[in-house]
């Protein structure tokens, strides 16, 4: 059916523009010697302000500078759950 194809190829889309965003932020922070933040609690690793999912990143991140933090998702459940203020 059209329509399913349609949503499937949207889908493929928005997971392309997220990936090329991440490429390019990666590159970026490699380029100007910034750091790989990977979160303590899940695995995330972020590059500048945005994370990403575990697993996700490219060879060229894990060779970076690696710090870790917590992700904001992760903040959020521990706000939730009473175990940060």
Same mark, same amino acid.
């Given at each position: %059916? @059209? ?6 190829? #949207? &889908?493929?889309?928005?997971? +392309?523009?997220?990936?090329?965003? %991440? @490429? ?6 490699? #380029? &100007?010697?910034?750091?790989? +933040?990977?979160c303590a609690w899940c ?43």
């Amino acid at each position: %059916m @059209l329509a399913d194809r349609i949503d499937k190829a #949207r &889908a493929r889309a928005v997971v +392309t523009t997220r990936r090329s965003a %991440m @490429l390019r932020a990666a590159s970026g922070a490699r #380029r &100007a010697g910034g750091f790989t +933040t990977v979160c303590a609690w899940c695995g995330a690793f972020g590059i500048g302000a945005e994370f990403f999912e575990p697993g996700s990143e490219p060879a060229f991140a894990t060779r970076a500078e690696i710090t870790h933090g917590i992700c904001p998702s992760c903040l959020d459940n521990l706000r939730r759950t009473g175990k940060s203020r």
